[in-house]
């Protein structure tokens, strides 16, 4: 079997044009353009790329982009005081905090300083709650985006078997919810799991989050497998053994080009969602 591609740039670009037609609407209606502040602490240089290609993206659907950039030496408590700062500007509509932050500094604590109505990267315990309880909200990107994908390839997902490798709580334990929430049966691996190849063997979805090279092994695919990675790891290399994988899944994401589009598709998403809530929070004050 040779594996069917799942073009996350295709997808992420429908979305996207959605989120542009969304946004014109939008400023048409209530006469001011929805806006993503970006907050990065710090020099790390991925950090920064990342950051660049969000703010890009933004300006690209006609949203305003600002920009909030923060000395390494930024303490817990001025960073808190920066994003609360952001929460309480009716002029932003999502905050996104880039991640990771400095050692020194309470990532938590940053992240919870973000209004839960501003919370477009789905990083707030609020959040993560609400998608736990299968309420409303704004879910992890990343996560989310990985449903968008397995949505629009018409995967079936109730009653399969999803394995997800990796469980932070911005990604892996967050898909592995999202899974569940659509009655897949799904199992947890992580760095303390025994026997990694069981369980991968046994999976009619993979999904890698993990961000190890190619710590999957293309043989431990069930055949006609759904494969998932959103690892992405120095050089174009993801968590899956790619070439070997693509030879017995069905469905398979490349490293680039695959889950990656989607985040940033679904961020823009969630920022605009997040405009009409505000306004209509307003409306009703
Ligand atoms: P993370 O916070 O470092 O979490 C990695 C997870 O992998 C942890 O749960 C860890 O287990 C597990 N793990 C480590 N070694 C393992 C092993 N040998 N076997 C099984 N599990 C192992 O990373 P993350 O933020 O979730 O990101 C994971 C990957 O996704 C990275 O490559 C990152 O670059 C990528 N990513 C991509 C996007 C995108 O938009 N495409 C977005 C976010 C992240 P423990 O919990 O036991 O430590």
Redesign the pocket.
Known sequence: MSAHVMDGTAVAAQLVEQVTVGTTEFARAHGRTPCLATVLVGDDPASHTYVRMKRNRTAMVGMESRYVELAASTTTGELVAEITTLSDDPGVDGILLQ?PVPDHVDERAAFEAIAPIKDVDGVTMHSFAAMAFNEPGFHS??PG?ILRLLDAYDVALSGKHAVV????P???KPVGMLLLARDATVTY?????LD?ADHIRRADIVVA????PE?IRGEWIKPGAVVVD????PGNVG?VEYEAAAERASLITPVLGG??PM?IAVLLEQTLTAAYELTHRVRRT
């Open positions: 991640h990107c990343t985006g490798i990796g469980r932070s911005i990604l892996g691996c992580h760095s303390r799991t990694l989050a993990v961000g190890r710590l959103a690892g992405y790891n968590d889950v990656g985040t």
